[in-house]
């Protein structure tokens, strides 16, 4: 097979260079790596596939790797990185890179500097030794972040020296960062609130690092409005304006994570064929237009907002 995954480094390159990002979207069974693929396929555009442990879990690591290799062997002519999202600890990190993930994430952001420091060089040390590169995180997302609920208030935003202290010594090759984002999908009470000047510091002292915004859905409304007209009850879900996103993507953010608007557009589009046809109990008649969601859902981020088409 002459097809391959490849790293992010090339691609974050181009980012940099060029000023757009990267999608990185989780994939947890066939429907959304189809979904996500073709989209990026029609838009030329290079894509991260990224599986959190319990992702990984789910759909186990043997089928993951096999949906991933049919969906390069089906889309040779766009650079697709396979990425372990928020990994928890060095052997889940070692796992990913022995199975064939091309990037993986260490989420050391619940230790001390110096214990982030430490779990993140040994990461950056197996990972690099096998080709592989390496994501760490500095600073705390508000809300539900490694299964301690972060107060808005109390969230803690990357600081800027701290960042430039800690990719020169652990050696990692990109970083998330925490300037007001948060996982899921109730990301602000009020309006929506990003820390660009954190943003601007960050680069000015990290120039060629490529940056990573997590918790960055959009949590759009058209979808989550169809999940509640179809029985759902998610009410005052709220996610970070196309717009800022937009921002982001000019101003040094290579890499932009999205999970929470793929699960809202896959449910919305069950729960309309559910709501609409009760007697339909064929799988693929409400998997069809979900995986059609996902990749509209894609092609919107990647046309639209992240400027990643035609970077192939
Ligand atoms: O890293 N991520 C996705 C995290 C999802 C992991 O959840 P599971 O452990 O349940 O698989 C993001 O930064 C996405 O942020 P978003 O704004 O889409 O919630
Ligand atoms: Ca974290
Ligand atoms: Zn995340």
Redesign the pocket.
């Known amino acids: 097979m002459d097809m391959a995954l490849v790293t992010t480094t090339e691609m974050f390159k181009k980012s940099m260079e060029q000023k757009f990002a990267i999608g990185a979207f989780n994939v947890n069974n066939m429907e959304i790596i189809q979904g996500i693929v073709d989209a990026a396929a029609e838009s030329k555009s290079p894509v991260i596939l990224q599986a959190s442990s319990s992702a990984i879990k789910y759909a186990r690591i043997n089928y993951l790797m096999k949906m991933v290799e049919a969906a390069i062997e089906e889309h040779p002519d766009i650079p697709v990185a396979l990425h372990l ?2 990994g928890p600890d060095f052997e889940t990190c070692k796992m990913c890179v022995d199975a064939g993930f091309t990037s993986v994430m260490i989420d050391g952001s619940k230790y001390s500097f110096e214990e982030n420091v430490e779990l993140t060089k040994k990461v950056v040390d197996y990972a690099h030794a096998h080709g592989v590169v390496v994501e760490a995180e500095l600073g705390k997302l508000a809300g539900v972040e490694d299964d301690v609920n972060v107060d808005a208030k109390d969230a803690m935003y990357t600081d800027p020296d701290e960042a430039e202290e800690f990719v020169r010594r652990t050696g990692c090759d990109s970083l998330a960062i925490a300037i007001g984002t948060s ?1 899921g999908a109730y990301k602000f009470k009020g309006e929506a609130k990003l820390r660009f000047d954190i943003l601007a510091k960050i680069k000015e002292k990290l120039p060629n690092t490529p940056i990573v915004l ?2 960055a859905s959009t949590v759009i409304p058209e979808l989550v409005n169809m999940c509640n007209e179809y029985g759902g009850n998610i009410p005052g879900a709220k996610g970070v304006p196309d717009e800022m996103l937009k921002q982001a993507s000019q101003n040094g953010v290579s890499k932009i ?1 999205v999970d929470t608007d793929l699960r809202l557009a896959m449910t919305a589009q069950i729960r309309k064929v559910f709501a609409e046809e009760p007697s339909v109990f064929d799988p693929r008649k409400y998997l069809t237009p979900a995986r059609e969601a996902v990749k509209n859902t894609v092609s919107h981020k990647i046309n639209d907002v992240f400027g990643s088409c035609n970077k192939a």
């Open positions: 999202d928020h996982h997590h918790g994570n």
